[in-house]
């Protein structure tokens, strides 16, 4: 995994907007209904490719496909695996239910069509990973793309969920308990996790129940419990791990990408020695907007483990101001002075732009403006750092 040397790199957290035929096509199939499949696929494809090239004019020097082959960040699992069926009916974010004025003003955003995360399928029988076929085209196809352009990324990455956000938005009607459940998620995504490593990507697991699920499925529990559920997902992942090196995988852990007032967020305090325990070699942090913009300082009071890079976020991926250079070279020189080492620091986004198809708080053409504005501020911050 690339370090910093001499600059700072850029990157993001995954999820980039999805042209509105292509997500039209996706909310159908959510639906249980037809889509031609030969457009499909080309909608597809071209729609990587927009977006690998505007990566690369953007200045993103570590890149990745944006998600575009897939419906969501995590629901796309029930199409590559066994198991799944039904419908959950996922708890509300506890600071939307405590704030019902805002829910009511942003209503219509609510309603809007997209794939639903808070119905997802459940469990309903074993979880077994049984089709390769998408993992393989998806991993051919996006570095097929990438060879094609005539620049190239630094290094490039593929996301994949955690075995604890889908053992928690993906409720269980089948197994004894949660332990078990999460545990054979676990041994089915280690199929998608090595072949991704295998294939010459960073794996990048997203992992919101690490964060989220504070004010979601345990908002109503001692934090005590939470910690050690945060512990369980934690092991399940090193053992999804096991045959692949640290250095070949960066965990990205968010509050949830919503915009909403988040004052019940757990602090990044309480859960970061915990994250220490994952086997990755790289952090993926929110870390720019006005909630947890203030917790570089976590990193003075636990120390980052010397063998870890920090993807700090200096985009905030859920309000259409474009972030000032000044800004985000700010954000990037508080971060290496916390950690107190500039080439393991990263410049990244909070969260992904469009993690569910339909779904995107950013008009797309302020997507690209914050990407141009995230490489003017590493730049900015590398000259004062490297000089």
Not at 13 to 39: D, H, Q, Y
Not at 60 to 69: C, M, P, R, S, V
């Amino acid at each position: 995994m690339l370090r910093s040397e001499g600059r700072i790199l850029t990157t993001h957290s995954g999820s980039l907007p999805r042209p509105a035929p292509l997500t039209a096509m996706f909310i159908k199939k959510s639906r249980g209904e037809a889509v031609e499949e030969a457009a499909f696929n080309a909608a597809i494809e071209e729609s990587t490719q927009r977006v690998v090239r505007l990566q690369l004019e953007a200045g993103i020097d570590i890149g990745n496909n944006g998600e575009q082959a897939r419906e969501s960040f995590f629901t796309y699992v029930q199409h590559r695996m066994s198991g799944f069926g039904g419908r959950s009916e996922r708890p509300l974010m506890r600071d939307l239910v405590e704030y019902p004025s805002f829910t009511a003003m942003r209503r219509a955003d609510f309603a809007r069509e997209m794939v639903d995360l808070m119905h997802s399928p459940k469990a309903v029988g074993e979880v077994q990973y049984q089709n390769r076929a998408a993992l393989e085209a998806e991993c051919a196809s996006t570095l097929k793309i990438a060879r094609e352009q005539p620049r190239r990324f630094a290094e490039m990455f593929m996301t994949a969920p955690s075995a604890g956000i889908i053992a928690s938005a993906m409720l269980n009607d089948h197994y004894p308990d949660y332990e078990h459940y999460v545990s054979a998620v676990g041994e089915a995504l280690r199929v998608e996790y090595e072949y991704i490593v295998a294939q010459g990507f960073i794996l990048q697991l997203d992992c919101p129940d690490l964060a989220m699920e504070r004010h979601t499925s345990y908002a109503d529990r001692p934090l005590d419990e939470f910690l050690k559920y945060v512990e369980l997902n934690i092991a399940t992942t090193n053992r999804a791990l096991t045959r692949i090196a640290a250095d070949r995988v960066r965990m990205h852990v968010c509050w949830g990408n919503y915009e909403a007032p988040h004052d019940l967020d757990v602090p990044l305090d309480a859960i970061l020695p915990l994250l220490y325990e994952a086997r990755v070699g790289a952090l993926v942090l929110e870390a720019a907007n006005p909630r947890h913009q203030h917790e570089y300082r976590c990193f003075k009071r636990a120390r980052l483990p010397h063998n870890v890079s920090l993807v700090t976020g200096v985009i905030d991926t859920k309000t259409n101001y474009v972030e000032h250079p000044e800004v985000i070279a700010d954000r990037l020189e508080r971060a290496a002075d916390a950690i107190g080492d500039p080439t393991r620091v990263l410049a990244g986004t909070d969260c992904g732009f469009e993690t569910t198809a339909g779904l995107g708080e950013v008009a797309e053409e302020v997507v690209w403006a914050k990407m141009r504005a995230m490489r003017d501020g590493a730049d900015l911050a590398s000259r004062r750092l490297f000089s």
